[in-house]
């Protein structure tokens, strides 16, 4: 019982979007496909939904492969948000929901309730141009679920979203989570990943850098971090010789060092104490998602942060 | 592909949608009405050429002897210029024996006269001496048909005066016409050889008009589809095949409806004719549907549906290679120098209907819909040919529902990228 992507790879002319990418996604979880621009999140999405074909691999959900799930199966809400701009917004969520073999009285009381609970009601006899962009969102959002999927995939769901809209569509995604659905989601937003999923994939170039619980992927990392606040001593400079410390953050409110692995951080609490200081705070920390992605990215990431430098001009 | 087991309801779905928004959009309502008020206004053309016909008849008086004329004189005159019986009436003839010339002055300058015959007898040759006072061209065709009209009374009245009688001169004669070969089909008459010919024009422009506007509809909202990013929700509930079929019936529908407005603007519009006829021109000239047969009608519906779902498959095919609404008719263009092929071939077919070239054009899946229509519409077709034409633009049709969908499926996903040939073809050959 679980969704199974196994060794899929996916070539587009030059470009080698995924590489053998091999995931278990486990029923009722919430799960984060994490990754820059261009890693592969959405070739991924789009070939476990049966829209693009892999050059080798397979997909599976509960041992069947996915060219033979019934495609009510799947909720699907693109990154590329559209409607049909000229039609009414009942009328299009009709549409969609009759396609997934939804009966036309049950999709129309479904559309009036979704449109009810994300408290757009008034918005059933407009035209989705006329809408903001958020409210379109929902409506997309609405148009993905309103067949009651068991599998919901979802790209970049919260980018554009105030975070009103965006509470209000993480309460959505938790209520699905409760009905017992699987819930797929990708996003380069760590916080809303360590808010709301229990596993989780890095996707680095078409491979998968590091996956897992969540968990386990913080343990993955080899990196330990020792937070430390002593009175009187905001630099606390002793601290970078220590053999196997490094600092990494100098804060108001404590000083962050990355312990080297072989190292136990214990030894700077056993320090500090020897030196007789007084602690404010110490504590030994897991690695941030963040820090992780950085780590299992880095290199990309950092020269995609930075400006190329500016050219000389004569 | 598994598209075949599920192709409904979803396919239905779609075409409903797709009529429904394709027939409330105002272009569609707009350009109905519009071309629906043209085509009736072009049925009552008859009648306005009817109407010039009228007030164009020629008026001419002749003021002759009051007596010494042979007794049929009148008839002669009359028959020369009017013809031999029935039909419009070019000319309205005033015969008027022993009148004064001069009285009749007044009427030729303030035109309620075009022309003045004057008929003398010459005293010492006895012969009939003719004046024509006119401003109309000394070449100008009523002069011209005056002329001759005035030699068969000359001739008239030299045989009597030579001792004719005139039951010798009227007496019948035998006059035949016979094919130059025996087995030669053209017996028809020119009104009949020219109004099929028209008809046959007519239909095969009809069938033309209807794949390239029709057609580029469905490339339209398959590229509205793509631009407004809808596409991705619409492949995760539809396949390719259910959402292709859907577009291509949805929309040929609602070009079915619109020509089916029409049609019924025209036929409104022939009914019409007798009594809009007998009101503006006086007379009921009766409507003239010219060779229009139900087989000739029948051909026509069959030829502009299969026509129709053949091309705009492939235009669904190739608008889904673009991703903008004005990138279409660029990307549409090749199909459109096929349709133009097809079309200028059945135009020149027509003045060439046996030729071997058109008889395997009208064959041929991209051409039949034009070639077929134009041999069966001027008769010179058999109906086994007209059954296999059908059969194989059947076939054709079936191999482009494959060919399109492939490319469809991989067309859609491609945003922003030029697809040469070689591309296409690959998308073609395998699926996705």
């Known amino acids: 019982m679980s969704l199974i992507i196994d060794s899929v790879s996916k070539r587009f002319g030059e470009v080698q979007a995924l590489e053998g990418i091999s995931l278990e996604i486990k029923p009722c979880e919430v799960f984060g496909f994490l990754g820059a621009n261009g890693a592969g999140k959405t070739t991924a999405m789009r070939i476990v939904l049966d829209i693009l074909r892999p050059d080798s691999g397979t997909v599976t959900w509960n041992g069947t492969l996915n060219s033979k799930v019934p495609r009510e199966t799947w909720g699907y809400l693109p990154e590329e948000r559209g409607l049909y701009a000229k039609m009414n917004v009942l009328e299009q969520l009709v549409f969609f929901a009759r396609l997934h073999g939804v009966g036309a009285k049950a999709a129309e009381r479904e559309v009036r309730d979704w449109l009810e609970r994300f408290r757009i009601p008034e918005y059933a006899d407009r035209r989705a141009e006329q809408l903001s962009k958020g409210n379109q969102q929902k409506i997309q959002f609405i148009a993905a679920i309103l067949h009651d999927p068991e599998v919901l995939l979802m790209d970049e769901p919260f980018t554009g979203l105030d975070p009103i809209n965006a509470a209000l569509l993480k309460e959505a995604f938790l209520e699905m989570k409760e009905r017992g659905k699987t819930l797929i989601f990708s996003t380069h937003q760590m916080e809303t990943v360590e808010e709301l999923c229990e596993s989780i994939a890095i996707l680095d170039r078409g491979r998968v850098v590091v996956g897992g619980s969540v968990r386990e992927v913080r343990r993955s990392s080899g990196r330990q971090v020792v937070r430390l606040a002593v009175e009187g001593d905001p630099e ?53 998602l963040e820090e992780i992605f950085i780590e299992k990215v880095g290199q990309i990431d950092m020269t995609e942060r930075t400006l190329a430098p500016k050219a000389l001009r004569a | 592909m598994n598209g075949w087991r599920t192709l409904l309801p979803n396919a239905w779905y779609v075409a409903v949608r797709e009529y429904r928004s394709r027939a409330r959009s105002r272009s569609f309502v707009i350009g109905t009405v519009v071309l629906a008020a043209i085509a009736f206004v072009a049925t009552q053309l008859p009648v306005v050429i009817d109407l010039s016909m009228t007030t164009s008849q020629t008026r001419v008086a002749i003021v002759v002897p009051s007596d010494g004329l042979p007794p049929d004189a009148l008839a002669v005159i009359t028959q020369g210029l009017n013809g031999q019986q029935g039909g419009r009436e070019a000319y309205l003839v005033s015969w008027l024996p022993g009148v004064d010339p001069a009285a009749l002055q007044s009427d030729l300058e303030s035109r309620k006269l ?66 130059i070969k025996p087995n030669s089909p053209s017996t028809n008459s020119i009104s009949a050889e020219v109004s099929s010919s028209i008809l046959s024009t007519g239909l095969i422009v009809l069938i033309f008009m209807a794949i390239i506007t029709y057609g580029v509809w469905v490339a339209m909202s398959v590229a509205e589809e793509k631009s407004s990013r809808v596409m991705e929700l619409m492949l995760n509930a539809t396949t390719p095949l259910q959402m292709l079929t859907g577009k291509v019936l949805g929309n040929g529908a609602a070009g079915l409806t619109q020509y089916g407005v029409i049609l019924g603007a025209v036929v409104t519009g022939l009914l019409a004719q007798g009594p809009i006829h007998k009101l503006v021109v006086g007379n009921d000239a009766g409507a003239q549907f010219g060779g229009l047969s139900p087989t000739v009608l029948v051909a026509f519906m069959v030829l502009f549906i299969l026509g129709f779902l053949l091309y705009s498959l492939l235009y669904a095919a190739l608008g889904s290679l673009v991703s903008r609404q004005e990138d279409v008719q660029s990307a549409t263009s090749p199909l459109m120098t096929l349709i133009m092929i097809g079309y200028f071939m059945s135009v020149f077919g027509l003045q060439a209907i046996d030729e071997t070239w058109v008889k395997v054009a009208s064959f041929l899946p991209f051409f039949s819909p034009y070639m077929m229509l134009a041999r069966v519409s001027t008769g010179h077709v058999e109906i086994w040919e007209f059954g296999l034409a059908v059969v194989l633009l059947l076939a054709s049709i079936v191999v482009a529902l494959f060919v399109a969908a492939r490319i469809y499926s991989a067309g859609v996903l491609l945003y922003g990228q030029r697809v040469g040939l070689r591309q296409l073809l690959r998308m073609a050959r395998v699926s996705r």
């Open chain 1, 236 to 288: 606390i400079a002793w601290l970078a010789t220590l053999d196997g410390v490094v600092i990494t953050r100098r804060g108001q409110d404590y000083t962050e060092a990355e312990v080297s692995r072989g190292v136990d951080p214990v030894v700077v609490l056993q320090t500090a104490l020897g030196r007789g200081c007084k602690i404010h705070h110490f504590e030994i920390a897991e690695p941030s």
């Open chain 2, 114 to 179: 075009d022309a003045l015959l004057i008929v003398v007898r010459n005293p010492t040759t006895k012969d009939l001496a003719f004046t024509l006072r006119t401003d109309i061209p000394r070449d100008g065709r009523p002069v011209a048909n005056i002329t001759t009209a005035v030699a068969s009374l000359q001739l008239e009245d030299r045989l009597v005066r030579a001792g004719t009688s005139t039951a010798a001169l009227r007496a019948p004669y035998s006059f035949q016409m016979e094919p």
